[in-house]
Every structure is written in structure tokens, then in C-alpha cells.
């Protein structure tokens, strides 16, 4: 059996988890568990919203799968989730975009990759209040982790029958940190002549990306703008409720969705666990248990053909009649 750590963190976190281990031991797959606490429900009782008790059994599991944890806004603990990156060297963040079966979108035949990088930037979260009215955030690059990350992107694109990959900066205004960025890529990119490699200023791919996202294959970005553009991204193939997303290292692989903790839903049975859903499903081909995540996956794609949604794309079902129609279509 897999042991396999359980952040179900917090706001719509606990709901959406319950669903997703509801469905996945419907599906006849037996998973040992092992949650974990973590964020400011655990500050209270052990000083810390990280406490090492997670890391350790991420380390010892190699697995997670991660509901959302709040971070206060301009006050309060550094996130638990950019802390975990950090400390496991999760580099890249994988954030998948395809159109689902039965959500309607603006644009059809939507595939595209967001791989962003997941360790520094101005995530490094090196900050400094100058005065009263100033204050610096420093933006960190650096040539070894924008080499992995866009190595990570050629690699994925090969193993996962890609054609292409666009590096995603603002090199024209930030000579020095995005620039060093593009010259990682293209360094990267000779060794992967089989893929077409492309460069596009951010801002440029946001308008391009809100006018036809088919022109997207496989994008690598820089810490900030992978963060943006992929809930941009979501956007294209119906919100946040449906996007998922992985973020993997050397030794161990966190599943979590893009999306946060979702306050303003909080309790009320709405949540969609449909992005938590697709990142279980990752995560058990990850972990080997293919037969299982097509069988989800299935029972998934023919819930929501048949209609059967939560209010964020269009239905009226509540978490719980959202999750017992997806087991009703495993069996
Ligand atoms: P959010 O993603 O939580 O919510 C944005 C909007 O999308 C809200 O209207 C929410 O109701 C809706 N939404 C999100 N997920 C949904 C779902 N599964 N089903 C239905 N509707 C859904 O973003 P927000 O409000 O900016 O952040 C809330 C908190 O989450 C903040 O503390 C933020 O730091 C944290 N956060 C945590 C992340 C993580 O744990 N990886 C990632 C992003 C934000």
C-alpha cells in the first residue's frame, strides 16, 4: 500500500481533500494517509505554520498531495507553500492547461504547459523596508536554477510529445536578472535542436494569450510571471476551480492545485475539488498507479459531460453531490 502525506490544509482545503480521498477509495485504490497540519490553525499550538514534522514526512514519503493554505496579505508568516518549495528544492511547477469535456470556454483546443520556476525571483522574499514611504524587494536569478528549469521544459516536451518551447521574460526592461534568464534558455535550447524554441516578452504572450492560446505549446517562465500567467492560463479552460498543478524535485513531487484557500467559500459545500482532483490523478501516474488515475479520470470527464457541475463552471451541484456523481460513475 502507498503512504502518502495529506496536507489538507485550510479555508476550502478540508472540504475539497474529503472529496478526493472519497473518490479515490471508491476507485479500489488503498492509500495510507498521512496528514499533515499545517499554516496558522498549527501556529497556535507548535510556534510555527511549517513545522518539521511536514517535511520529514514528505522526505520519508517522497509524495504529497496538498490542499490550499492562506498566507496573510502585507503582514504575518511567510507562506507555508513557498517555504515547502523552498525547503524540498521543488523546483519546477507544473501547471498543465487543457480543456475539460462538458466545461465550456471561450477557446477550444486549449494544451498548453506552464512550467514556471519555483525557488527564487522575487519569491526569494528578500525584502527590505528603506524608510517609512520605501520599500526593496530584491529579484533573484540565478544561471543554475533557470538552466534546471528550462531543462525541466525540454525534458518534459520530449517525454510528453511536445513540439515546442517558449521562454517567457521581460529581458528588454530587466537586462541583468531576465536577461541572464533567456541566456540560460538558449543555452539549454541547443541541446534539444528536435524542439522549436521560442523567447516572448510577458506581456506580449498575455495579449497573445487572451486572443488565441492555440498558438502555446509548452511556456517556462521565472518565478512571478509563471504564477500569473498560469492563472491566467486557467482561466482559458474555466477558472480556478478545474486548474491543476505539481510541483516537482530531485527527490520528492508535491500535488496541489493553483488555486488558494478561497475564503469567501469557505464551509459552504461549493468548492470545486475538481483541481485537486487532476492533481491526484498526476500524482498517482507518478507514482506508478495508472490503471487507477484513468479509471478517476474517466469517471471525472463523464460526470461533468453529463452536466453534473459545481457553481464556479456553470452547475448546481454542492462538493458532496458533485463527488457522489463522480463515484456513482466509477463503478
Ligand atoms: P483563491 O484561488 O483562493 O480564490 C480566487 C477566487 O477563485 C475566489 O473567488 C474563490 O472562491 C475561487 N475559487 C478558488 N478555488 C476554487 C474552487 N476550488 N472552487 C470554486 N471556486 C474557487 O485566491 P485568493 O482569494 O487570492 O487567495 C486566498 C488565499 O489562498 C490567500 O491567503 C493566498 O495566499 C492563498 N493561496 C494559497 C495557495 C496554495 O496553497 N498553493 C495558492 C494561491 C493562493
Redesign the pocket.
Known amino acids: 500500500m502507498h503512504t502518502i502525506t495529506l496536507i489538507n490544509?485550510d479555508?476550502?482545503g478540508p472540504e475539497?481533500s474529503e472529496s478526493v480521498q472519497k473518490i479515490i477509495a471508491a476507485s479500489g485504490l488503498e492509500i495510507n494517509w498521512d496528514i499533515q497540519t499545517a499554516g496558522a490553525d498549527v501556529i497556535e499550538s507548535e510556534g510555527v505554520p511549517l513545522p518539521d514534522r511536514v517535511l520529514e514526512s514528505i522526505k520519508r514519503n517522497k509524495v504529497a498531495l496538498k490542499a490550499?493554505?492562506?498566507?496573510?496579505?502585507g503582514k504575518g508568516f511567510r507562506?507555508v507553500?513557498v517555504q515547502l518549495r523552498k525547503a524540498l528544492d521543488l523546483y519546477a511547477n507544473l501547471r498543465p492547461c487543457k480543456n475539460l469535456p462538458g466545461v465550456e470556454t471561450r477557446f477550444k483546443d486549449v494544451d498548453i504547459v506552464v512550467v514556471r520556476e519555483n525557488t527564487e525571483d522575487l519569491y526569494a522574499g528578500v525584502e527590505e523596508k528603506i524608510d517609512e514611504d520605501t520599500a526593496h524587494s530584491i529579484k533573484i536569478i540565478t544561471r543554475k536554477a533557470s538552466e534546471r528549469i528550462c531543462k525541466f521544459a525540454f525534458e518534459y516536451a520530449i517525454k510528453n510529445n511536445r513540439h515546442e518551447v517558449c521562454a517567457v521574460s521581460k529581458a528588454n526592461i530587466m537586462k541583468l536578472s531576465d536577461g541572464l534568464f533567456l541566456e540560460s534558455f538558449r543555452n539549454v535550447a541547443k541541446d534539444y535542436p528536435q524542439i522549436t524554441s521560442k523567447e516572448i516578452l510577458v506581456d506580449n504572450l498575455c495579449m497573445q494569450l487572451v486572443q488565441d492560446p492555440t498558438r502555446f505549446d509548452v511556456l517556462v517562465l521565472p518565478n512571478l510571471y509563471g504564477d500569473i500567467v498560469s492563472d491566467l492560463t486557467a482561466g482559458l479552460i474555466g477558472?480556478?476551480?478545474v486548474a491543476q498543478g505539481a510541483n516537482i524535485g530531485l527527490d520528492c513531487a508535491v500535488f496541489?492545485?493553483v488555486?488558494?484557500?478561497?475564503?469567501?467559500?469557505k464551509g459552504q459545500n461549493?468548492?470545486?475539488?475538481t483541481?485537486l482532483l487532476l492533481s491526484a490523478i498526476e500524482m498517482l501516474k507518478y507514482i506508478n498507479e495508472y490503471t487507477y488515475a484513468e479509471k478517476i479520470e474517466k469517471a471525472l470527464f463523464k460526470t461533468l459531460s453529463q452536466g453534473h457541475k459545481?457553481a464556479?463552471i456553470g452547475g448546481n451541484l454542492t462538493t458532496t453531490e458533485f463527488t457522489n456523481k463522480i463515484i456513482e460513475n466509477l463503478l
Open positions: 490544509g479555508g476550502i475539497i490550499p493554505v492562506t498566507t496573510p496579505i507562506s507553500n477558472g480556478l476551480g496541489e492545485p488555486h488558494g484557500s478561497a475564503p469567501d467559500i461549493k468548492a470545486n475539488p483541481a459545481t464556479d
